[in-house]
Each structure stands twice: as structure tokens, then as C-alpha cells.
């Protein structure tokens, strides 16, 4: 479910990105945050799906 969000939430985010200038170090800070976002959700899903697998065996 989140994969398909996550794509359609950067296509409706570019164009205000392209609009809106937006200062470097803001932007990259923002970039920051949706990589650690995305990390956490990762290893989240990660760590969810190696206890469902141990629970299994």
C-alpha cells in the first residue's frame, strides 16, 4: 500500500516544488526527512516480516 502511495505523493509534489523555490538547504533537509521516512518504513516492514517468518518455523 505504501509503495503505491509514495510515488503518486512525488508526482503531486513536484510541480509545487518547481514553483515554489524553495531554498537549498530547506530542500535537501526535506529530502533528508523522506529518506529517513522511507528507511524507517523499510526496516519496519523488514523487521515485521523476520518475526512473522520466525513465528512461522
Known sequence: MMLIIIPKFIMNYK???KTVEIP?????????LFQLF??????????S?????????
Open 24 to 32: 537549498i538547504p530547506v530542500s535537501f533537509a526535506l529530502i533528508g
Open 15 to 17: 510541480p509545487i516544488l
Open 38 to 47: 522511507v528507511f524507517l518504513s523499510v526496516l519496519m516492514f523488514a523487521i
Open 49 to 57: 516480516f523476520s518475526l512473522s517468518d520466525a513465528d512461522k518455523k
